[in-house]
């Protein structure tokens, strides 16, 4: 393990790398090839096919360090065989801080689980403590191969901090509510910026709650600050029925129009949930470039329905895939997700061929770049992209026989599979473990803040 | 690895152990404690309560060799700290061979993904590659902690060949359909029962394919047979809503119904999947003592429906969880199975407190101990049961904070946690390796027996 864990990465960890003769799934177009691809300074600087003679041909120039001039030294090369290189997994939503409320209150009604466990809990976290938790979070992220995440709380700057360490890529957006945490959004948001300022890695937006939860005054407020900061948007949306009903009481219009003439999609916009939308929102949504995050298992494990993602697909909206918080799902592992957008897409359509496996996949790694505004340097395998990638192991049992991979990930691969991970082109997993904090360590350090802020149950 | 591949176990592997200091969730009753477990000769001999000075002193005695008399030998002891000890999974319903089908054919039309993939890929397939197949899958399930399963197909001697290599529990379901298939099923079924004969972990009943496949002729055959030899009957039940629709205008009544007048209630039964099913047929299942196998999983898969499960549970219907085979998975996880299970769950009965992970902890083993007539001998941890026993590794991120342990269990826990394994005493999975096959060789004999049988995509 690194010696290196609070002062995050060195240049030194960025070397040329040349992973030879793996499964690549690039994501810029269906399918996939056998072929070696070269990182270089944080981008993907090679991506061959074996099947090509001029690219087999690139690929000894990549090694050859005379090739690259004086001064180059060859690159590290690792064996691709029985593996498969894509890019890392994009988890458009969630609120990493919370998995130390993982396990702690499950199987009950929404209001009971809210009123009784997760806002006693939630008052009385520090932003030690959520540093805590963010850093338990981005480790089981990272270990399973989600190379960004996007999250939504409050004290994000302390989040911030524990992505630092991780390395992992982060868009965090301090969240309020009317009243009381209101008054503390804008010296949270600053901070965050503050504390991602100069950091690669790192992007804000501000995310106002939810449409039941903010008004229509706030809302513009904070698309406001957006709009002076240069950034955009980050809600949930209609993510049950209660909150349909709520708004059409109160305003006469569903959730989605409500946002929209508040303002909210005016800036650059992801919108978590979207359970129950409309023919007319998921327009709104369409024509205002609005990204969908979906939660499938949060959906179903707090009962709160099944969003038509087929649909929106269909109609043009970016749906991207989100674990949403370890307390109600109770893992942050986009393979499970992935697998549950599809089959909860089939099942939803009534039809098993919808949501297959190639778009789900599109879904976790370039949509979710696309939404972060990186469309085209994220979340591709491609020369000149960012070297976000996942090496994944498919010598085991589950991922026989050798058949088609792409349905292999989504379909039979697992979180446990991931046996590299680059992010920016620095090696955060290596060999299954992580490279930056000592997991032991935190493990330990998890159960010590649960057990001084804790609610018994 | 074992030199010992084809031969089965012997005795000297059913040694005395005990595993010491581990979480136990012993499924007789809700919740968890710490404690102490012993085995010895195949059966759980010890179950100890680290609270209970009764127990701590009883743990004491199974450790000093004395104490047994002379000739006995101190037990083998395991640290079981950071672990948890829990029945073996039962995977109530597969097809094991199928796995030679695993991501070949996804995202179809249901017709076309039977005509055109699955029908003339099996129509290959001859009772060496169901072997191949069947170890496959079983290393697969013992890998993840399964270690009984419950399969239907052809030739299930060749997957009896499997079991008995691999160390796996079986009940083998010889299957038929009209027509050319049943020619050769009381041969199959002769077999099956020869080949299971005097091997205590094997188990054998006909399996009619459907009601839309079997006359009622053929049905009451089955029943004779299974009759005749003392057997129980497992079948397919109401899995689409074309299968209804189909006995509705056949025979004016619902499948289950249909079964019933043939019969096939009249002994022991495993109805797999039971998703479109009418509050007379649940008063039909529940009388009949008929065993449900729930495949969430597929039923999405192959946007077949939900059924209604904690309306089944409700009316005191035995029901447990399968995977079904791994053309419509595409894996036999069982923890995603049990996950998807309580997901699917809450979001058909609109209510986030149904299937509590206790229930479907509940499923996964005491149930489908009940379903194959094991009720209190199997799926459970207690003195005089059998030790089909798996202990998973806690110690690590989405593990943590340590919680509820059951909640875990259900909600983030991962097949890849599965540390050790053992069916009736014998240890099939040490530290995470097969003990009984080398997973490498049989990694490359699959890829050999599809490469030759494959229908190309």
């Known amino acids: 393990m690194s010696g290196n864990a609070h002062g995050g990465f060195s240049y030194a960890e960025m070397s040329r790398t040349l992973i030879k003769d793996c499964v690549v799934v690039p994501v810029t177009a269906p399918g996939f090839f056998t072929g070696s ?80 466990r997760v806002w006693p809990f939630e008052s009385r976290l ?87 939860s903010c008004s229509a005054e706030n809302l513009r407020r904070a698309v406001d600050l957006a709009r002076r900061h240069n950034l955009g948007i980050t809600i949930h949306v209609s993510e049950t029925l209660d909150e349909q009903r709520m708004i059409r009481e109160r305003h006469g219009c569903t959730p989605t129009e409500y946002l929209r003439d508040a303002g909210v999609f005016s800036v650059p916009a992801i919108a978590a949930h979207c359970v129950h939308v409309t023919d007319g929102d998921i327009e709104i949504l369409r024509t205002n470039g ?86 085209g340097r994220l979340g591709i395998v491609a020369e000149g992209a960012i070297a976000d990638l996942i090496l994944v192991d498919t010598q085991k049992p589950h991922w026989y026989p050798h058949n088609n991979p792409v349905s292999a990930l989504v379909y039979s691969a697992r979180a446990s599979d991931v046996h590299t991970v680059w992010v920016n082109g620095r090696e955060v997993v290596s060999g299954g473990r992580l490279t930056s904090l000592d997991t032991d360590a935190l493990m330990r350090d998890v159960q010590r803040c649960v057990a001084s802020t804790c609610v018994s149950p």
């Open 37 to 116: 691809v070269g990182v270089e300074g944080g981008r993907i600087v090679l991506v061959a096919d074996n099947a090509r003679e001029e690219d087999r041909r690139r690929v000894e120039e990549f090694r050859t360090a005379a090739a690259r001039g004086p001064g180059s030294c060859p690159p590290r090369e690792m064996d691709g065989r029985g593996k498969l290189l894509m890019p890392g997994l994009v988890n458009t939503h969630t609120h990493v801080a919370m998995t130390l409320m993982r396990n702690m209150a499950d199987d009950l009604p929404l209001m009971a689980w809210l009123r009784e």
């Open 126 to 212: 520090t932003p030690g403590d959520i540093t805590v938790g963010a850093r338990l979070g981005m480790a089981e992220m990272l270990l399973s191969g989600t190379t960004t995440l996007i999250d939504m709380y409050w004290h994000e700057a302390a989040v911030a901090r524990a992505a630092r360490e991780t390395g992992i890529r982060a868009l965090l957006c301090p969240s309020f509510i009317d009243g009381e945490r209101m008054s503390g959004f804008e010296r949270d948001l600053d901070e965050t910026l503050a504390a991602a300022e100069g950091v690669e890695t790192l992007t804000v937006r501000p995310a106002p709650h939810a449409a039941y």
């Open 290 to 375: 609005v990204t969908v995050a979906h939660n499938p298992q949060s959906n179903m494990k707090l009962a709160s329905g099944a969003a038509p993602v087929a649909r929106m697909l269909d109609a043009g909206v970016n749906v991207t895939i989100g674990t949403d918080g370890a307390s109600s799902n109770n893992d942050l592992d986009m393979w499970d997700e992935m697998r549950s957008a599809s089959l909860l897409g089939k099942l939803t359509a009534a039809d098993p061929a919808v949501m297959p496996a190639w778009e789900v996949v599109k879904m976790a790694t370039a949509a979710g770049a696309r939404a972060i505004g990186m469309e």
